[in-house]
């Protein structure tokens, strides 16, 4: 899986009843040089994954979709969803 796809993956993975989750986003850095960090974590989750629920995921990139996906990729990996490249 394209690495750019993996938050919208994970979407609609929530959307067909898969799981529950939640992101946060912050900028750090000059705007012409701005650094993302985004977090995810789940908040509800098949019960054989349960030992994400509390765990934050967290990915970094010079865009917002960037740092989104590979927060997004760090998590669907701890639970199997995709393999680990």
Known sequence: MALAKTYMYAHNLMQAGHFEFQTADVADGPRNAEIWTSSVWFNQIN?????????????????????????????LCAIGAIPRS
């Not at 994954?49 to 998590?75: L, S």
């Open 47 to 75: 019960p054989v994954y349960r030992q994400c629920i509390g765990q934050i995921f967290v990915g970094t990139g010079r865009t917002k979709a960037e740092a989104r996906d590979m927060a997004a990729y760090t998590a």
